[in-house]
């Protein structure tokens, strides 16, 4: 958010903060997908570690289902994984930034959240 306090409207600040939050939420969703995909490479490196390195396996390429040996796909599913922390890694930044940033307009406009019982009070 640009640091200018011209006067929003109170329905300008309420649609910032939260298109804000829902960036924010849509961060977190992707860490958590990536997460999963992530102990999935982990599984298939247990497993491929535990195969004999000459056996079939398949892989699946964008759009193209391969067949190689073990040995030939471990390598690139190793780098997959790796590919896929530094994502994961790129996404925390990111859920950092949005996150002071959500912050930082809350404290700005002195958004509050009210308890569930202030909530129904009103």
């Known amino acids: 958010?640009?640091?200018d306090n011209r006067n929003y409207s109170r329905q300008e600040v309420k649609k910032?903060?939260?298109l804000l939050r829902q960036t924010q939420r849509q961060l977190y969703a992707e860490m958590a997908n990536a997460e999963v995909q992530l102990s999935d490479y982990r599984e298939?490196?247990?497993a491929l570690k535990n195969s004999d390195p000459a056996a079939k396996c398949f892989y699946s390429q964008p759009g193209v289902l391969?067949?190689?040996t073990v040995e030939e796909i471990f390598p690139i599913v190793v780098l997959d994984k790796e590919k896929l922390e530094?994502?994961?890694e790129k996404l925390r930044l990111r859920i950092e930034e949005k996150?002071?940033?959500v912050e930082q307009f809350?404290?700005?406009f002195n958004i509050q959240f009210l308890s569930e019982e202030?909530?129904?009070a009103i």
């Open 1 to 3: 958010m640009s640091s």
């Open 106 to 108: 809350r404290a700005t």
């Open 44 to 46: 298939v490196l247990w």
């Open 99 to 101: 996150s002071r940033e």
């Open 86 to 88: 530094n994502e994961i």
């Open 118 to 120: 202030q909530s129904q």
């Open 66 to 68: 391969v067949q190689r």
């Open 16 to 18: 910032k903060f939260e």
